[in-house]
């Protein structure tokens, strides 16, 4: 019963670099969205998608890169790293994206430091 | 757009007493929900209770409530008999449309023996 998987769960980088923070489900949900969490900010959503194929941008979206290529992953890209973005990074997956009752389930949380 | 107002950084309490965490909403939907999620310090999100919108009755979850006002925009939550691993982060959330969640700031709650 794996619900959310998020790789790697801490991760150094230096400023300029890329990389790909994943997220996988296990629960045939249709919508997954990115978070990230910062002190005193509570969660912020990057970005989310509401089914394969389709992906939109929340509130604080630049600087990252998202696709979904099929129901299960949903991976989130930092094209070139800042120091800004040292942030803990939750995915998340509900099961319906058009109801009002859909809990969010959560993975466990990307600690990204960029140095 | 949705945003979720929590007043109050830190809560203290005393083992077993109840306590209440504030949360005032806006939301121009007419259909949404309402969350709460504890964080402890492992930093894990875990769910706690969901509210609609159009439900009637506040939602109860063994020892947590939500004390839900619909006029007043407040979804606040109830812990009653407090525990020592109740000590955590909480926050408040909305969603409407596409499950975006909207978060608050959060309340830190400690629980003292």
């Known amino acids: 019963n794996a619900g959310v998987t998020q790789t790697p769960k801490f991760q150094v980088l230096k400023t300029g670099q890329s990389m790909t923070l994943q997220c996988a489900q296990d629960?045939?949900?249709?919508?997954m969205s990115w978070y990230r969490q910062d002190p005193g900010m509570g969660l912020r959503l990057i970005h989310y998608?509401?089914?394969?194929?389709?992906?939109d941008q929340g509130e604080v979206p630049n600087g990252y890169n998202v696709s979904r290529s099929t129901t299960e992953d949903f991976p989130l890209r930092l094209l070139s790293a800042a120091p800004s973005q040292t942030s803990v990074y939750f995915c998340?997956?509900?099961?319906?994206?058009?109801?009002?009752?859909?809990?969010?389930?959560f993975g466990q949380g990307t600690r990204l430091t960029v140095v | 757009a949705q945003k979720i107002t929590q007043t109050q950084p830190g809560m203290f309490v005393q083992e077993k007493e109840a306590v209440t965490l504030d949360c005032t909403y806006d939301?121009?939907?007419?259909?949404?929900?309402l969350f709460w999620y504890k964080q402890p310090s492992s930093g894990e999100m875990i769910f706690l209770i969901y509210?609609?919108?159009?439900?009637?009755q506040n939602a109860t979850e063994g020892r947590y409530s939500l004390n839900f006002q619909k006029a007043r925009k407040s979804a606040n939550l109830v812990i009653s008999a407090s525990q020592l691993g109740d000590s955590a982060m909480y926050f408040c959330?909305?969603?409407?449309?596409?499950?975006?969640?909207?978060f608050g700031k959060g309340t830190m709650l400690l629980v003292s023996p």
């Open positions: 998340a997956s509900s099961r319906s994206s058009t109801l009002p009752n859909t809990e969010a389930f």
């Open positions: 629960m045939n949900h249709e919508y």
């Open positions: 998608s509401v089914g394969a194929g389709i992906t």
């Open positions: 939301t121009s939907d007419p259909s949404y929900g």
């Open positions: 509210q609609g919108s159009y439900d009637q």
């Open positions: 959330a909305t969603n409407s449309g596409y499950s975006t969640l909207t």
